[in-house]
């Protein structure tokens, strides 16, 4: 029998993590020291609290029934999260759980767009930032973030014409892969703007936490007029290393989130509830664990940008998220051939920026998910590969 699979498979190749795991398992194979730097799953434990939360809903049999709502406890813990962290008030319909940002920004705009309706993403981005909008059939169209604007969108050059047929528009910031975080101003022109031409920005706001300098990072709710036109995508999965768990929240406006509520009661039956116990115990608990990861996680990023420049690769220290971005060194044109042929040299593995759309050529990425220490022997083994040249 010959299958026909769905024309949209034609878009989803093979996750370039998965080729890249594949491509260290061979090395280690090969009895090759390997250094992960490609894949970006938090490395430090989720808090003995939190644990512990979840072991005791474990325990108690009620709670392997159909969840089918986000616990009352729930809700009121995002509301105090955000009104501690964010200084952002939130009711209660206007939050609602999703089984993690990739799952929620991949499905919401089932929701909101019928085939050929225009979803904005960035360029470079994070895959799913694109894919979701594909699935709805609607019609992406990537916005270009440049080094020249801080990769930061530019409002005023974006084509009229095509404003006109967008219905949403997807921004993140800090951002992955390219790092850089957004100051106040652009988020102050972009509600009203937004408001203008009648587009829903959707915010994803994973890495507002791990933000570095004395920058703070912030909610896009707290912009006057943001429920009208937004919701924001808020996650445990960094700031609390609750990412197997998968839980995330949709915040914001009213009328997406009873929307969207609604689709998912087709095709779920709500977060299991031990982890939402769990999540309950994280939001409500003390932010000196999620400080102090910053803080690592800044440490880790001196070492690895700070240790680059260093040997004669030059590359801007990330503002923000568990990542660092850079150009790939001179000499090179190709950042897939490049990655290849480092973790074949070096041992390193990091991602290929091409992986994360066309302005991502010529690029690369690596995660802050090793210890100082480990970093910093990639370092030395990327500068006696020889493939850096000072």
């Known amino acids: 029998m010959s299958i026909r699979f769905a024309d949209r498979m034609k878009d989803y190749e093979s996750g370039i993590f998965q080729v890249l795991n594949e491509k260290k398992d061979a090395a280690e194979q090969q ?69 993690g940002s990739q799952e929620g920004i991949a499905h919401i705009c089932l929701t909101l767009c019928d085939p050929g309706d225009v979803v904005l993403v960035p360029n470079p981005g994070y895959p799913i930032f694109g894919i979701g909008p594909s699935l709805a059939g609607a019609e992406v169209v990537t916005y270009d973030l440049t080094e020249a604007n801080h990769y930061l969108p530019d409002l005023d050059d974006l084509d009229e014409d095509l404003l006109a047929r967008a219905k949403c528009m997807v921004v993140s910031y800090p951002l992955n892969p390219v790092c850089k975080a957004a100051p106040d101003a652009f988020y102050e022109k972009l509600i009203p703007w937004a408001a203008a031409h009648e587009i829903l920005i959707i915010h994803d706001n994973a890495y507002s936490d791990i933000i570095y300098d004395g920058r703070v990072g912030k909610s896009i709710l707290r912009i006057p007029g943001a429920k009208e036109t937004a919701v924001e995508f808020y996650s445990l999965s960094k700031s609390y290393n609750y990412t197997g768990a998968r839980m995330s929240f949709l915040t914001g406006n009213k009328d997406v989130v009873a929307c969207f509520k609604r689709f998912r009661s087709q095709i779920d039956y709500g977060t299991y509830l031990p982890v939402q116990y769990g999540a309950v115990a994280a939001l409500t608990g003390s932010d000196q664990m999620v400080k102090e990861q910053c803080a690592e996680y800044q440490r880790r990023r001196d070492a690895l940008c700070g240790g680059l420049r260093k040997i004669g690769w030059p590359m801007e220290d990330s503002e923000g998220t568990m990542f660092a971005w850079a150009k790939i060194p001179a000499g090179y044109t190709d950042d897939v051939a490049f990655v290849m042929e480092l973790v074949e040299k070096s041992g390193v593995l990091c991602t290929p920026g091409s992986s994360f759309g066309s302005l991502g050529k010529g690029h690369v990425r690596f995660a802050l998910t090793m210890p100082v220490e480990k970093i910093r022997e990639a370092v030395d083994a990327i500068a006696d590969s020889g493939m850096i040249r000072a």
Do not use: C, W
């Open 31 to 99: 009895g090759k020291r390997i250094y992960n730097l490609s894949v970006g799953t938090p490395d430090f434990p989720p808090a003995a609290h939190v644990v512990e939360a979840v072991s005791r809903a474990v325990q108690k049999p009620e709670n392997y029934k159909y969840a089918l709502i986000d616990i009352p406890e729930l809700i009121e813990a995002v509301q105090m999260r955000y009104q501690k962290r964010y200084d952002v008030t939130l009711e209660t319909d206007e939050i609602m759980s999703v089984y």
